[in-house]
């Protein structure tokens, strides 16, 4: 029975271009947002014995797929290690392609992230520390939530901030333009797609996170693959250092000959591992975890 529900909440998903919601273990399901007949939702991982009298650290991810493929449950088991680690951790659905363009889908993000700080204290949430994360076309909307303006809905309460604190970037595609005088160029297309630009829904540069750094930025951890072909290394080198240039905070992790997605549990245990541990420490330097990362221990429970 389960089984056919998860069919037909794909199916129904994919109808109204959406990111599937299946019923994730171990997660409470809330809506963030309602447009016309389409509930967005979001799903809530939370430490054993969690009250809302807590103000625990929180990370909003956000799914891969290109903007047009995915859903919540591919980062699932991140979201389950930083629960039992003593976060909050939300995994979010957003629309695709191609119901809406990429701007559609960040505003889809900016609505996501500020109904969790609007929502902190019942949530057991401190929301001075929500990070944003997220790999590939997920990592863009998180980078995005925290470098663009302008991708508000018209009836936002903007009192509150949908900025994050703190940044974990998968394979993140932060260049969705091209950077003048160099040879950095946003993503190619396949020969049976059609260009990445007609997509976006605006001009590039307005959603792409490389064209609008500037200072005060969160601090941002970025794990990529040294071989990744569809979101080359260089194009995070080139904004860890425009990054590092306006003053702030961003730590490239590299991992040799690794392709994209790498980080994955599906894909490679090691790599999971790897960037979990990466991210822990990561998140201690901020003071939101304490302790030495414990992944290896609890990997196999992650699944």
Same mark, same amino acid.
């Given at each position: 029975?389960?089984?056919?529900?998860?069919?037909?909440?794909?199916?129904?998903?994919?109808?109204?271009?959406?990111? *599937?919601?299946?019923?994730?273990?171990?997660? !409470?399901?809330?809506?963030?947002?309602?447009?016309?007949?389409?509930?967005?939702?979001?799903?809530?991982?939370?430490?054993?014995?969690?009250?809302?009298?807590?103000?625990?650290?929180?990370?909003?991810?956000?799914?891969?797929?290109?903007?047009?493929?995915?859903?919540?449950?591919?980062?699932?088991?991140?979201?389950?290690?930083? *629960?039992?680690?003593?976060?909050?951790?939300?995994?979010?659905?957003?629309?695709? *392609?191609?119901?809406?363009? =990429?701007?559609?889908? $960040?505003?889809?993000? $900016?609505?996501?992230?500020?109904?969790?700080?609007?929502?902190?204290?019942?949530?057991?949430?401190?929301?001075?520390?929500?990070?944003?994360?997220?790999?590939?076309?997920? @990592?863009?909307?998180?980078? *995005?939530?925290?470098?663009? !303006?302008?991708?508000?809905?018209?009836?936002?309460?903007?009192?509150?901030?949908?900025?994050?604190?703190?940044?974990?970037?998968?394979?993140?595609?932060?260049?969705?333009?091209?950077?003048? @005088?160099?040879?950095?160029?946003?993503?190619?297309?396949?020969?049976?797609?059609?260009?990445?630009?007609?997509?976006?829904? $605006?001009?590039?540069?307005? =959603?792409?996170?490389?064209?609008?750094?500037?200072?005060?930025?969160?601090?941002?951890?970025?794990?990529?693959?040294?071989?990744?072909?569809?979101?080359?290394?260089?194009?995070?080198?080139?904004?860890?250092?425009?990054?590092?240039?306006? @003053?702030?905070?961003?730590?490239?992790?590299?991992?040799?000959?690794?392709?994209?997605?790498?980080?994955?549990?599906?894909?490679?245990? !090691?790599?999971?591992?790897?960037?979990? !541990?990466?991210?822990?420490?990561?998140?201690?330097?901020?003071?939101?975890?304490? @302790?030495?990362?414990? $992944?290896?221990?609890?990997?196999?429970?992650?699944?």
């Amino acid at each position: 029975m389960k089984n056919l529900t998860f069919l037909l909440t794909t199916w129904l998903a994919a109808a109204l271009n959406v990111s *599937a919601a299946p019923e994730i273990s171990g997660a !409470e399901q809330f809506t963030y947002k309602t447009i016309g007949d389409t509930q967005l939702s979001l799903f809530v991982f939370k430490p054993e014995g969690h009250k809302a009298t807590d103000k625990r650290p929180a990370i909003v991810f956000y799914h891969g797929g290109g903007w047009r493929g995915g859903n919540p449950a591919a980062l699932m088991p991140q979201s389950r290690y930083l *629960a039992a680690r003593g976060m909050v951790a939300i995994s979010v659905q957003y629309r695709l *392609a191609p119901a809406v363009k =990429v701007d559609g889908c $960040v505003r889809d993000a $900016v609505s996501a992230f500020r109904w969790v700080r609007a929502h902190a204290a019942e949530l057991g949430i401190d929301p001075d520390r929500i990070a944003a994360g997220g790999g590939s076309a997920g @990592g863009h909307l998180a980078a *995005a939530v925290a470098t663009l !303006e302008g991708f508000d809905e018209p009836d936002a309460n903007l009192k509150i901030s949908a900025r994050p604190n703190a940044l974990v970037l998968f394979n993140p595609a932060v260049i969705l333009a091209p950077v003048n @005088g160099t040879d950095l160029q946003p993503e190619k297309p396949s020969p049976s797609e059609p260009a990445i630009a007609q997509r976006f829904g $605006v001009a590039p540069e307005k =959603v792409s996170p490389y064209h609008n750094i500037k200072s005060n930025l969160p601090p941002t951890l970025i794990m990529h693959g040294t071989a990744d072909m569809t979101v080359p290394f260089r194009t995070v080198e080139a904004f860890t250092a425009a990054m590092k240039k306006a @003053g702030n905070r961003c730590e490239l992790m590299p991992y040799k000959d690794q392709p994209h997605s790498f980080f994955n549990l599906g894909k490679s245990r !090691e790599n999971f591992i790897g960037t979990m !541990e990466d991210t822990d420490k990561f998140l201690a330097s901020l003071g939101w975890l304490k @302790g030495p990362p414990t $992944v290896a221990e609890l990997v196999e429970k992650l699944r």
